[in-house]
Structure formats: structure tokens, C-alpha cells
């Protein structure tokens, strides 16, 4: 079984807001953790490289340590403060880009961005120093929560906008929330893309379903001890119990939630 921890990040900043605070990490943290992944030997990959290379795509086979970084939401920190890590270390990454957001969104804005966001130009000079952007919806709804024909709307016009602005194509994306269901796969799929993240606070297999990858949280409260543990699949469980059982019931909630509004017909 081919295994790959895949890395959730959102904001990095020394000074988060009380909104994205819990899910940030410090500059320092993510210098360090590089440091330790590239002394490590990992190698890493976006996740539309991964996907490519876990189906042989021209030929091409994973490395022996492969791991995946992700970036959420697209905060403009990303641009001033993860991009020049990354560069310094050599590393890739996918960062997932809620295109109603972005500063200069303009007519297309939607939704309420937690903080400073990247503009589209900031994603282009991103996109051109080898970081995958990938789609994330156009306004971060709950996408399990939204009729078909508004969930239709929020990943086409995501995927259309980033396509457009970026001219290039866009095959991978992550849920808001990293909530889906059977029926929000689908329009994933029917959306045109071919992988998708969710969270769940697991190392990812090649057993999984494409299109609800598990990713590994990585936050302002994550050690560099839990950081080595998790990316190389020690004490996973352990690390992640309290994320884990909470993600377990909500979800019991949020499908309890749903069908009752299938049966008031608001869905």
C-alpha cells in the first residue's frame, strides 16, 4: 500500500486575526518544518503530481518519500510569507483558492474573506513559481448543505474563474469546511475535476477515494514533535484523537441536518 502524508495549512503569520488563528501557523514553524522534511528526505509534490503519478500519468512513479502541501482558502500571507519559504527550500505546493475572495474579486466577489486574501495577481506570480492552484469554491459555502443547482454553481464558477484568470487548467480542489458527500462528489466530477482534499486527519493511500483525500491538519498548536510523529505516520491516531472524534459527530449532524431539509423540501 503506497502511503503519502498530505499537509493542510491556511494562514502563516506572526499576527493572526481571532478568526483564522486557530488554523495558522508561525513563518519560524513552517521554516522549520521544511527544514526537517527536506533533511528527512521527503520529496515533495502538488497533489495534481501525486494524483498523475499514483495513476502512471506518462510514465512518471512516485519518489520514495513523497509528501504534499496544501494551503486553504488563499490568504495573502501566502504570497509574502509562505512562497518565499518554499522557494528557499525548493518545495512545491498546492494552495486552494475560494476565487470570491481574492482582493480584486470586483463583480465576482462573494462570501466574507477571514482576512486579507491574495490578489489574482499574486496567484499568477505563484502559479509561475510552481505552486498548483487548485479550486476551493467561489463564496466557502457548506457545499453538503447547498441545493444542486447552487452547489453546480459554486464549483463551475470557481473552476471557470480560476481557469480563466490563471489560463490554465485547474483539475484539483478541497471542500471549505473539508465536508462532502456522496452527492457533492459527484458534482465534483461532473465540475471536471479529477481530485479532490478533504481532511479526516489521516495519511493518505492509494486506497482512498480520489475525491475525498484525506489531509493532516497542521496548526499554531502543532509541536515540531507532532509535526516528525505525523508526517512519518507515528501515532497518527494519537496525535489527532480529539479532531477526529469531533469530525465524526459532526458529521452525523450535518446528515441528520440535511435531511431534514430534504423532507421540508428546502434542498
Not at 458527500?181 to 466530477?189: H, I, K, P
Request: aromatic share 8%; glycine share 8%.
Amino acid at each position: 500500500m503506497i502511503r503519502v502524508p498530505i499537509l493542510m495549512y491556511h494562514s502563516v503569520t506572526d499576527s493572526p486575526n481571532e478568526e483564522t488563528k486557530p488554523h495558522s501557523v508561525r513563518p519560524s514553524d513552517l521554516d522549520e518544518q521544511l527544514a526537517y522534511l527536506a533533511e528527512s528526505g521527503f520529496t515533495p509534490l502538488t497533489l495534481g503530481d501525486l494524483v498523475a503519478r499514483l495513476n502512471k500519468i506518462n510514465g512518471r512513479e512516485l519518489p520514495g518519500k513523497p509528501i504534499v502541501l496544501t494551503f486553504d482558502d488563499g490568504y495573502a500571507d501566502f504570497h509574502a510569507q509562505a512562497l518565499p519559504l518554499l522557494e528557499r527550500h525548493g518545495f512545491p505546493a498546492t494552495v486552494f483558492l475560494t476565487s470570491g475572495w481574492v482582493s480584486d474579486a470586483g463583480k465576482d466577489a462573494a462570501g466574507r474573506p477571514l482576512d486579507d486574501m491574495l490578489s489574482w495577481g499574486q496567484a499568477r506570480e505563484a502559479a509561475q513559481c510552481g505552486i498548483e492552484i487548485g479550486g476551493h469554491s467561489h463564496s466557502h459555502p457548506q457545499l453538503d448543505q447547498l441545493r444542486a443547482e447552487e452547489l453546480r454553481q459554486e464549483l463551475r464558477r470557481n473552476k471557470g474563474l480560476l481557469e480563466d484568470k490563471l489560463g490554465t487548467p485547474v483539475a484539483t480542489m478541497a471542500y471549505p469546511y473539508g465536508y462532502s458527500s456522496a452527492r457533492v462528489r459527484r458534482e465534483v466530477r461532473k465540475a471536471g475535476y479529477f481530485a479532490a482534499c478533504a481532511v479526516n486527519n489521516a495519511i493518505a493511500a492509494d486506497r482512498h477515494d480520489m475525491l475525498a483525500i484525506p489531509r493532516l491538519t497542521v496548526s499554531r498548536h502543532t509541536t515540531i514533535s507532532m509535526f516528525k510523529k505525523a508526517v512519518e505516520g507515528t501515532a497518527v491516531p494519537l496525535i489527532y484523537l480529539r479532531e477526529r472524534v469531533l469530525t465524526k459527530g459532526y458529521a452525523v449532524v450535518r446528515r441528520t441536518r440535511y435531511g431534514l431539509q430534504r423532507v421540508r423540501g428546502h434542498v
